[in-house]
């Protein structure tokens, strides 16, 4: 019998975006929660005696400030030597990108599989054969599966492997393959790495992404950890999901369908925020809240959408204190009467109101939007561009939101001055 940990997507002080610039996020929770979390997969390893670490890339994210990193990871690695505990570690697509870690070597307990060809490692004590390699630049777009081995016979093989596998939601395409390209190696157990969500692909033959051990942005919502495997017989006997995170993000979804009051809305809030902050097992959370579903108060909730934002987060505070930050409020509610009502009339408002709603939300239908968005450009900081932003000005989904918000806040306040009842 014997146990490893496999874990995948580090990012080793990689900055949990975008928030260290609001007043009210939680800095202290915020600051090395990536190594916090590393720390807790070494201690996991070392309480469970586990065998060897498999670390499936992406260990490092990007480029170091300065050498606090590798000096960070080779105390780790000697807290995991000290114990006889073997770390195999194959590059990903931001390892490769580093260039500090390229002078420097390895930690002595510490094997890092070559990138120009597959490597195998074979531990003669537990009858384990390891079979990796790793990223040699940052794109890769080649399947590096279909160079692996096949099994050797009478031991349990184990691939290492950083992979976009047949290609997932949110993830760049990087060493792309198939299942059955793994499959047809042989090997008993895949331990793959690029994708931050935790997945078993596949049993028996064990295909798994363990997902990144820290969230770092609401896209990244959820327990965030590694798996431990045990193997019993030369068979996979366990497998066990650890969340390794030190703060958790939570994308909490309440329907406020046939809510009538304010007041309502508000306790509905509250028992949703009780409810995460249970799930979140005494973690810091950090909460995305959307609010949904059919009601006649829609209007007035988008009618004035700063106010609502303040009672929402005066309410968070309230319930969790500093173990709560309400990162953003989306309010997705739709009205039920009061709008219909006013369509219906034909009247100045009533066509005022159809002319909003007809307003499309793409950019080049808009004008002035692209105008006012290199506008934004110039003022905004660098970290509202990208894939990992949290005011992604760049990605259309995110252009064509904040026009529907806009378009639902004009309606609510329409029909609250109005006097639409």
Not at 156 to 168: A, C, E, P, Q, V
Request: charged content about 30%; aromatic content about 6%; glycine content about 8%.
């Amino acid at each position: 019998m014997f146990k490893f940990i496999h874990a995948a997507d580090i990012h080793l002080d990689s900055p949990l975006r975008g928030l260290s610039r609001y007043e009210s996020a939680p800095a202290e929770a915020i600051r090395d929660a990536c190594r916090r979390a590393f720390e807790n997969l070494v201690d996991l390893a070392i309480d469970e005696k586990v065998d060897f670490v498999l670390l499936a890339g992406d260990l490092y994210d990007g480029d170091w400030k300065d050498y606090s990193t590798g000096i960070f990871l080779s105390k780790q690695m000697g807290r995991l030597g000290r114990h006889n505990i073997q770390v195999f570690a194959v590059s990903g697509n931001h390892d490769a990108a580093n260039r500090m870690t390229k002078s420097l070597d390895s930690p002595s307990n510490m094997k890092i599989f070559s990138s120009m060809k597959v490597e195998t490692v074979t531990l003669e004590n537990l009858g384990v054969a390891i079979h990796g390699r790793s990223f040699r630049t940052q794109h890769v777009d080649k399947n590096l599966a279909a160079g692996f081995c096949t099994a050797e016979k009478g031991l349990f093989n184990i691939g290492l492997l950083h992979t976009s596998l047949d290609g997932r939601e949110g993830h760049a395409p990087y060493a792309p393959c198939s299942l059955d390209d793994l499959r047809s190696k042989g090997y008993q157990y895949w331990a793959l790495g690029h994708i931050h969500k935790q997945e078993i692909i596949k049993e028996e033959q064990y295909v798994i992404f363990p997902g990144c051990i820290q969230g770092r942005h609401i896209r990244e919502a959820g327990a965030k950890g590694c798996v431990l495997v045990s193997i019993n017989d030369g068979i996979v006997s366990e497998i066990d999901r650890i969340p390794l995170d030190v703060l958790r993000w939570s994308l909490c979804n309440i329907d406020l369908t046939d809510a009538e009051e304010n007041r309502e809305v508000l306790e509905r809030v509250r028992k949703s925020i009780e409810q995460e902050l249970v799930l979140a097992e005494d973690r810091p959370l950090a909460m995305r809240i959307r609010l949904q579903g059919a009601t006649q108060i829609a209007d007035k909730l988008a009618a004035y959408p700063d106010r609502l934002e303040h009672q929402i987060k005066a309410l968070g505070a309230e319930t969790a204190g500093d173990d709560l930050w309400i990162e953003r409020i989306e309010n997705l509610t739709t009205g039920k009467l009061d709008l219909e009502s006013t369509l219906a009339d034909d009247n100045a408002m009533g066509r005022l109101l159809k002319e909003i709603l007809n307003i499309t939300n793409g950019t080049d239908d808009i004008d002035g939007l692209k105008d006012k968005i290199a506008e934004l450009r110039q003022k905004a900081p660098s970290e509202a561009f990208g894939d990992d932003s949290i005011l992604n000005l760049d990605d259309e989904q995110t252009v064509h939101r904040i026009v529907d918000e806009a378009k639902h806040m004009l309606i609510g306040r329409f029909l609250t001055i109005g006097g639409a009842k």
